[in-house]
């Protein structure tokens, strides 16, 4: 039987890392184990792009950890570095503010290009988890977004209502890095829902449209 790309029908020409390498740190302790699915080139090589933007947005959320604030740093601040264009395209309309903590930013995002790759990763753990594609529309709620006019957005309640009723457990190696946990009814998936952990805070719902 072919192998095929856990995103379409296309053969698969090699292993998509999930979430994406980029991610992780360049240490043997954090790179280990790491979940792959079968990828075709048009689902693999061709996103770098994306992944990049996610790993910035990312990387931004607020309670994330010192692994984070050291890709931000070493990766995503050396990058604008050398291609002063990406702080345009990665952190558009940024503009500092004041909170009692102390002073911040905030910036616009790409909503569509965010909840496609976000999208991509909750597919990907859909195969690796029930060897069975997901071709379902998804719905991504998470708990670094804010209205336009400063206010937490509804989704933080989405959230804050899940991690109360849904298993404290959660899977992967390198759980400081990325976890997540799915859960879906059998044969059913409309039921599928998903959560991503990026670096301690960056939490994020994905779930199948009905």
């Not at 990049?52 to 604030?69: D, K, T």
């Not at 931000?72 to 952190?91: A, I």
């Not at 859960?183 to 449209?209: E, H, M, N, P, T």
């Amino acid at each position: 039987m072919t192998n095929t790309c856990y995103m379409c029908d296309d053969e698969a020409t090699g292993n998509e890392h999930v979430p994406p390498k980029c991610f992780f740190p360049k240490s043997d302790r954090l790179r280990h184990n790491l979940i792959t699915v079968p990828s075709c080139d048009a689902h693999n090589s061709k996103k770098s792009k994306d992944d990049e933007y996610l790993r910035a947005i990312v990387c931004i959320f607020p309670g994330v950890n010192v692994h984070a604030i050291r890709i931000f740093s070493k990766k995503v601040m050396r990058g604008m570095e050398r291609r002063p264009h990406h702080l345009d395209t990665f952190y558009p309309e940024l503009t500092p503010i004041h909170t009692p903590l102390g002073e911040t930013a905030i910036c616009s995002i790409d909503l569509p290009r965010f909840e496609t790759a976000i999208g991509r990763i909750a597919r990907a753990l859909y195969f690796h988890s029930f060897k069975e594609k997901l071709d379902r529309p998804l719905w991504v709620v998470s708990n670094g977004l804010i209205g336009d006019d400063l206010s937490i957005t509804p989704f933080h309640s989405i959230i804050s209502h899940g991690e109360k009723i849904l298993p404290r457990s959660w899977k992967g190696h390198n759980q400081n890095v990325f976890a997540y946990s799915v859960d879906k009814s059998i044969r059913d998936q409309s039921k599928f829902i998903c959560r991503l952990r990026f670096f301690d805070g960056a939490l994020i719902y994905v779930g199948s449209k009905k």
